[in-house]
């Protein structure tokens, strides 16, 4: 068995200098984001592992993939009925990053958390492939299912429901947006002094520091 100390790489990919801390959050992520698109290394370069935490504290995280990213935030879709949903409701804060890792940096976002419009929402789901928008329908999300075949069958009892016409979106599905309060941004370095910029918005006016690595 491989030992994971065993495995070192050292990081020159590119650097973050003082500069960087001219440029507001979303400007470098969007940035950021466009260059792990147009890189062709990056698998889902919108993915994020999102986290929360639920009544008792105790913390989850998954991947999930964005599907907006604005001056407001990053959005993503589920079931309002999902173990993560849950969490939210429960306690409406998360903290979410992108790892591009091909690309030797990540950027980390964290803050509160509150559903998309009912709009923004059908939107959405108006662009999914068909499956997508069935699928959504006939997963309980988090829930305990009795096989995978009997949730093909539940997709085929809506494909019957829905023929060959709009699929609207599930009222218990929707988006969430997570409203960032600190934004940062890590590039690997040589030798293990990494590059860290850290975005922080203190009574409404975003403060930069760069951070040890």
Known sequence: MTDPASLRRDYGAAEMGDAAAAVDWFTQLRAWFDEAVASGVVVEPNAIQLATVDAAGRPSVRTVLVKALDERGVVFYTNYESAKARDLEQNPYAAAIFAWLPLERQARLSGPVERVSRAETEAYFATRPRGSQLAAWASAQSSVIASRASLEEKVRELEARFPGADVPAPPNWGGYRVR???VEFWQ??????????RHRLVE????????AP
Not at 204 to 211: K, Y
């Open 204 to 211: 409404g006016e975003w403060v930069v520091e760069r951070l």
């Open 180 to 182: 960032p309060e600190v």
């Open 188 to 197: 690997g370095r040589h030798d293990r002094l990494h590059d860290r910029l």
